[in-house]
């Protein structure tokens, strides 16, 4: 695939203070389209989810990156925050292949409380106006209705109905303590963090444009970013078995030597 950073005052700006960056980014991309440059095949869900998911991540990465070397420092903290929990859901799912389908069939449960949020705002005609079918407000219901029993938790105490999860499985930070430590090392900064920036929050309105924090804030990013690609690579691998170690290994070192000295991640 072809990607370009384009010319600007902040991408050579960039690119000065970080001179292994793009030799890393040219291998990492490469080494990543040989996993998502394909047509998949999925043989069962866990291949299919999995594809799916690690696709997302490449293209959250293009855009973390592709913001951080311009400048955009928020813009790439709140991207990361989707590639971190992508990249956790994937590998925790490699982990735990039987739960696959528990992930597919939460999506009910996630739309309904998406519509039933909207509809405090719009009226049931606008919503299947704009969505139509399959995703009108009966239809939805109704997957919702499937789904529900699967995962029922325990009886609200203030309306005697059983509550549902508010996970498919696990939450985010359970999941990560299940995984390698280097997950748990990219918490505070990919979604902890992240969370205050993508709402409207104190954090959110406070202006760091022009101030001495973006350039050291837009490599964080860009650096973060691409451990988290190596990381979904990884998953890929352990799906696919592509027998591309060695090449994982390669980008893994040159990520690695990105760190300024002293850094431990």
């Known amino acids: 695939m072809d990607f370009e950073f384009g010319e600007t005052q902040e991408s050579k700006a960039f690119f000065d203070r970080n001179p292994k960056f793009m030799p890393m980014f040219v ?8 996993y998502f440059g394909r047509r998949p095949q999925p043989k069962n869900q866990l291949e299919d989810i999995c594809f799916g998911l690690g696709h997302a991540s490449r293209q959250d990465f293009l855009e973390v990156v592709f913001l951080a070397v311009n400048g955009y420092g928020d813009g790439s903290l709140k991207l990361t925050r989707g590639l971190y929990e992508r990249s956790v859901t994937l590998a925790y799912l490699v982990q735990n292949p039987t739960k696959v389908e528990r992930f597919i069939r939460y999506a009910a449960v996630q739309e309904h409380r998406s519509m039933e949020a909207a509809l405090k705002v719009v009226t049931s005609d606008e919503f299947d106006a704009l969505m139509g079918a399959p995703n009108t407000v009966a239809e939805i219901r109704n997957r919702y209705q499937e789904a529900r029993p699967d995962f029922e938790i325990d009886v609200c105490k203030a309306c005697g109905t059983k509550r549902v999860q508010p996970s498919w499985d696990l939450d985010v930070s359970a999941m990560v303590h299940k995984l390698d430590k280097l997950y748990r090392a990219f918490y505070l900064p990919n979604y902890a963090i992240p969370n205050l920036a993508i709402h409207a929050t104190l954090s959110s309105a406070t202006l760091k444009e022009g101030t001495a924090q973006v350039h050291p804030e837009a490599d964080l990013h860009a650096l973060c970013a691409s451990f988290l690609m190596v990381l979904v690579i990884r998953s890929q691998e352990a799906v ?10 390669a980008c893994e ?13």
């Open 27 to 34: 291998s990492l991309i490469e080494l990543a389209n040989k």
């Open 240 to 249: 696919f078995r592509l027998g591309l170690e060695k090449e994982i290994e």
């Open 253 to 265: 070192r040159d990520v690695q030597n990105l760190r300024p000295q002293g850094d431990e991640v």
